[in-house]
Every structure is written in C-alpha cells, then in structure tokens.
C-alpha cells in the first residue's frame, strides 16, 4: 500500500528531527536540530524557542518538563516552554548528539556521531533517571531511531550507515542478542523511527522521501511517499494518534526542494503509542 503525505507546515527548518507527540507540550514538538531549536505545532501556530548550539531530540518528563539532546550531552527543563539547564556532558570535541528516546522504564537511550560522520566515531548510552551514564554500544557511525514494542520486550535501533535497522530483545530491562530486523537495499539510509500499537515498525529513509512501514516479521506492509527527500523522522499523533508526522531537511541539498524542511502528515489505520517520558 501506498500513502501519500501532505504537507503541514511551511519549510521551517534546515534539518527538521525528532517529532514527538505530547499532550504535556499540546502536540506536536521537533528540533532544527543545527539551529539548535524546539519547534512547537499549537493551534496551527509554530513557536521556536533556542536551546543550544545542537538540538538533538527531546522527550517529555515523568515530573514535568523536558529533557533535549544538547551538542555534547543532555539538557533538564522543568518547565515544557522553559529553556533548559545543562544536565550531564556525554560526548567530546568533534561528537555531537544525534538522537534519543526512552524505554518503558524511564531510562534515557541517546546516540551521538562525530560531525565528519567517521566510522565508529558515535555511541549509543543509557542514561538512568539519576543520571548514572552506562555504555550500550560504542562502535557506531550515525546513531538513530530507538523505539520499543508495545510490551517493551523488543527494541529496534538505526546506525544509518548500516542500511539496516536491527532488533535486540530486552530482558531484564538490558538490551541483548542485537540482530537484523530489515536490511535495506543499496542506497537505503533508515534514519529515524517509530512504533505503533500492533508492533508496526516506520522507518524513515533519508534520500528517499519514504516512510517504510514494516510489520513485526519485518515485511513490508506500507510506504508513505513524502515530496521532500530528506525524510528525517517519523512520530504517530494527533488526538487519535493515527496521524503520521514526519520531519524532513534541506541540508547539504545540491537541488534545493520548496517543501524540504516542512513537516508532512499522513493517516494511517493502526494508532501509535503514548510517548515513553524520561523518569529523571
């Protein structure tokens, strides 16, 4: 099946990442991740509020605010509109954070990758409520796209360069026995992605102007055809979370696109699920 996405918003941002749907910050929030701002979709209006130098990703707290991958680490908002205060540093010189989400446990897993995008020059960590830091994999190029099953007993993981997005089982609240969950074809670079209610995987692949909506056996059940095609991210939302928003980027683009930089929206049948918030 094939889907084709509507654009939402104007071409706002230079490399659109990250959406997320919270009811906490009414709707939808994504970063222009090298502006180093949070862009928020309320009442058809976008606000942008400055965090940094890098906006990486950004998830909702248990307690009220919000946590933002920062250039080098993490920052603490207490406030869902307030400007954040360095939390923990994660990374040095020539690293910077890429992406993130949470588990259903309340633990922060944040990626990075170095700006000349050399193999093996990122890391992928955990990040507990109290802030204690562990090492998940520390070999990785371009780290993108955690997301958990709806019974969190799997997690599927990007590293962009792969062409794959791999699964690990999750026991004992640890990620174990990593493995292929899709290989994608020559050229294919999964970026970010999502889970939904039925176990769904969406990916988005940066160069192609697609979302792929795998099923949990990994075959192909979906693509959402995006007229941009530096396709970012992808997030389930809206009141009945079916709707498919999908951040797209203009950097480095040799043939500049109008609608590169605008967020996308397409309906799809199965919701997805509640954000995961970071319990710290």
């Known amino acids: 099946m094939q889907i084709d ?4 918003t104007e071409a706002l941002t230079y490399h659109g990442e990250g959406p997320v749907w919270s009811p906490s910050w ?19 209006q976008v606000e942008r ?18 946590v933002v991958g920062l250039e080098r680490g993490l920052g603490l908002a207490a406030d869902v509109d307030g400007v954040p205060e360095p939390f923990i540093e994660l990374v040095g010189e020539g690293v910077r954070m890429n992406e993130g989400g949470c588990d259903p446990w309340g633990n922060l897993y944040a990626g990075s ?11 992928l960590v955990r990040v507990d409520p109290a802030g204690d830091v562990r090492v998940v994999l520390d070999d ?12 969190g007993a799997l997690a599927y993981y990007d590293d962009t360069p792969t062409r794959r997005t791999d699964v690990f089982d999750v026991v004992d609240r640890e990620l174990v026995r990593r493995r292929t969950f899709h290989a994608g074809a020559e050229g294919d670079r999964p970026d970010g992605l999502t889970v939904d209610s039925a176990g769904n995987v969406w990916v988005a692949l ?9 099923a949990p056996g990994g075959g192909v059940l ?4 995006v007229p941009a095609r530096l396709t970012t991210a992808c997030t389930l939302g809206g009141p009945d979370l079916r709707d498919l928003f999908i951040t797209t980027s203009r950097e480095n683009l040799d043939d500049p696109e109008p609608e590169a930089g605008a967020v996308f929206r397409a309906r799809v049948e199965v919701p997805g699920l509640p954000v995961l918030p970071y319990g710290g």
């Not at 990785?140 to 019974?151: C, R």
């Not at 940066?206 to 795998?214: E, P, Q, S, T």
């Not at 979906?222 to 055809?225: L, M």
């Open 5 to 8: 996405a509507e654009q939402v």
């Open 26 to 44: 009414g709707g939808l929030r994504w970063v222009d991740m090298l502006a180093g701002d949070l862009l928020t979709l309320r009442d058809g």
């Open 49 to 66: 509020l400055h965090v940094g130098d890098v906006a990486a990703f950004v998830r909702p707290r248990t307690g009220g605010g919000y």
């Open 113 to 123: 990758m170095r700006y000349d995008t050399a193999p093996g020059g990122g890391r």
């Open 140 to 151: 990785v190029t371009i780290s993108n796209g955690i997301a958990f099953s709806p019974d």
């Open 206 to 214: 940066n160069g192609a102007g697609l979302v792929r909506c795998h």
């Open 222 to 225: 979906a693509e959402v055809r």
